[in-house]
T-cell receptor
Framework: EAGVAQSPRYKIIEKRQSVAFWCNPI?????LYWYQQILGQGPKLLIQ????????DSQLPKDRFSAERLKGVDSTLKIQPAKLEDSAVYLC?????????????FGPGTRLTVT | DAKTTQPPSMDCAEGRAANLPCNHS???????VYWYRQIHSQGPQYIIH???NNETNEMASLIITEDRKSSTLILPHATLRDTAVYYCIVRVATRRETSGSRLTFGEGTQLTVNP
């Protein structure tokens, strides 16, 4: 089965510019996640969707970050305006049952550099 | 979710067993131990999980102490492709994907397999 797809793989922007990332989860996966991974750290959850509804966005900086999953499939994460500290890899994941428990499958990520 | 403690780095000779320790002394009775790994420039990949019994799959073995306060991930015959950051995570796992099922990553252990 195809994995989680993300684009672009790399993006370089100047501070105060806007940027958007796209994610296509594994077919049939109802739950989708966006994580931020700063260099040298583990991934940190930004937002979790169940179908097209938000389950958890407690760690999303809502003054500049937004995300949507309008039809319950693809998702877009936007940053507007970007700051230097937003430089990171943005990972998308989707989940399904593995045995009796849910497991998450990650995409390759988008590496964002803000200059 | 309970916090975990892992050594920041470990080395292993190719073909030998790699034993990666994890301390989770505050783990609750309903929390599972999960292991993920992240190869350079890729998203995290699920390896194995367990509650209290030892577990084995095609990738690795998981040994959990009787008091569940620590565990060890064993790669029986490490190869160069096993060089990665290994994350030990404890979390509540349910049949329903809710906000309580987030993965909270620490900084992990950088395992380097040497030829």
């Amino acid at each position: 089965e195809a994995g989680v797809a993300q684009s672009p793989r790399y993006k370089i922007i100047e501070k105060r510019q806007s940027v958007a990332f796209w994610c296509n989860p594994i077919s049939g996966h109802a739950t989708l996640y966006w994580y931020q991974q700063i260099l040298g750290q583990g991934p940190k959850l930004l937002i979790q969707f169940q179908n097209n509804g938000v389950v958890d966005d407690s760690q999303l900086p809502k003054d500049r970050f937004s995300a949507e999953r309008l039809k319950g499939v693809d998702s877009t994460l936007k940053i507007q305006p970007a700051k230097l500290e937003d430089s990171a890899v943005y990972l998308c994941a989707s989940s399904s049952l593995r045995g009796s428990l849910y497991e998450q499958y990650f995409g390759p990520g988008t590496r964002l550099t803000v200059t | 979710d309970a916090k975990t403690t892992q050594p920041p780095s470990m080395d292993c000779a190719e073909g030998r067993a790699a034993n990666l320790p994890c301390n989770h002394s505050t783990i609750s009775g309903n929390e599972y131990v999960y292991w993920y790994r992240q190869i350079h420039s890729q998203g995290p990949q699920y390896i194995i999980h367990g509650l209290k019994n030892n577990e084995t799959n095609e990738m690795a073995s998981l040994i959990i102490t009787e008091d569940r306060k620590s565990s060890t991930l064993i790669l029986p015959h490490a190869t160069l492709r096993d060089t990665a950051v290994y994350y030990c995570i404890v979390r509540v796992a349910t049949r329903r994907e809710t906000s309580g099922s987030r993965l909270t990553f620490g900084e992990g252990t950088q395992l380097t397999v040497n030829p």
